[in-house]
């Protein structure tokens, strides 16, 4: 369990040089430069995703949030023309009869119609480009949530180097795959803006928390408030924070290592991305879970409950290791460096 984890194992650290942490941001970008997605032009998109009559089709996810891979996934969501909602819907008969549709598509192969999941897609491979699909009905919070994912993004460019080297950081230590009853990357990108909040000074604002005018504006999609702040060419009239954190890199990604394996409480708090005030894990009756990674416009869901005992203590232990490497200074890069990056 994470918090059995808490303090006992970790190592104290020798002490950080400049030269040091200026390595470390190096480290960092580049890992970003070399394999980060700038975001997907329509062209490509067009490629694998074909017209079936009556479908809007848009792209969410890395693709269109800033944190992409050259080789992420394209998230797509459906809907269906006249129909603004899923109320009614067979999503089952909908999802299966997409997939017949593909199939019938000569450069898609691998598809894969999943409907037990919460919410149900299609999965593809488009051979191509050679990348992989997954369509989902109505998801419109992603929609949502993408947006205001990008927007954290804009803010900030240690923001976007810093969420990217957390998914390769996951991904390398096979900490990131929620179908195999990990975390999602979804769910790393909001451990780090969360981080992000928490400092002093924050990196960034809560957007969610901002608005102008007397009353914070709600705006309801499925039932969930998904306001937050937009305006960000005026961000710095109305966050007193703005610029104040002048810290490199290499400084805020150890900080995160730090924060999530020495101060952060995982068995009272929840990372929470739409409120600087902390929220308690017993507050949302998520007590029993390891780790509660709450979503920031559906406030029912914890990103963190499918995990095991297990997959939490493996995860801890990832970050617990990490705090040990990348809080050891090395001089310089090590002569192989630029080829081990291509490995990103
Ligand atoms: N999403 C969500 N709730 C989840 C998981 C994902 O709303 N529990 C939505 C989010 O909009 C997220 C998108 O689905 O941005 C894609 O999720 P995921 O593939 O985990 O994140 P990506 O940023 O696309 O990462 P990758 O590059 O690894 O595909
Ligand atoms: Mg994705």
Redesign the pocket.
């Known amino acids: 369990c994470p918090e059995d984890f808490k303090r006992m194992e970790l190592e104290p650290l020798p002490l950080m040089t400049l030269d040091f942490l200026q390595i470390l941001s190096e480290v960092c970008e580049q890992c970003y430069l070399k394999g980060s997605l700038y975001e997907r032009n329509n062209k490509l998109f067009q490629k694998c995703v074909f017209f079936l009559t009556g479908a809007k089709l848009v792209l969410?996810?890395?693709s269109k949030?800033g944190?992409?891979?050259k080789q992420?996934?394209l998230?797509i969501c459906m809907t269906l023309e006249g129909q603004d909602t899923a109320e009614g819907l067979d999503s089952m008969a909908v999802i299966e009869s997409l997939a017949k549709a593909l199939r019938k598509h000569h450069s898609l192969r691998n598809i894969l119609p999943i409907t037990t999941a919460k919410v149900p897609i299609v999965k593809f491979y488009h051979t191509k480009t050679g990348l992989e699909g997954d369509i989902s009905l109505y998801?419109t919070?992603?929609l949502h949530?993408?947006q205001l994912?990008a927007s954290y993004a804009a803010i900030d460019a240690r923001v976007k180097i810093l969420c990217y080297v957390m998914?390769v950081f996951a991904k390398v230590c096979d900490i990131?795959d929620?179908s195999r009853g990990s975390l999602?990357?979804?769910?790393y990108?909001l451990m780090v803006l969360y981080f992000l909040q928490q400092r002093s000074p924050p990196v960034i604002p809560v957007l969610q928390e901002m608005y102008v005018g007397e009353k914070k504006p709600v705006v309801l999609v499925d039932g969930w408030d998904v306001h937050f702040f937009s305006d960000l060419k005026n961000l710095h009239k109305y966050w007193p924070g703005y610029k104040k954190n002048k810290e490199s890199v290499g400084q805020l990604w150890f900080g995160l290592l730090q924060f999530y394996t020495e101060t952060f409480d995982f068995k009272e708090t929840v990372v929470c991305i739409r409120r600087i005030e902390p929220l308690t894990t017993f507050k949302k009756q998520w007590t029993s879970k390891h780790l509660a990674i709450e979503?920031p416009f559906d406030l029912s869901?914890n990103?963190g409950a499918g995990l095991s005992r297990r997959m939490a203590s493996f995860i801890m232990k990832a970050f617990i290791n990490a705090r040990r490497v990348f809080g050891a200074p090395v001089r310089d890069f090590p002569p192989e460096y630029p080829n081990k990056m291509e490995y990103f």
Request: hydrophobic share 35%.
């Open positions: 969410f996810g890395s949030n944190f992409g891979f992420s996934d998230d998801n919070l992603a949530n993408t994912l998914k990131g929620a999602s990357s979804y769910a990108t979503d869901h990103l």
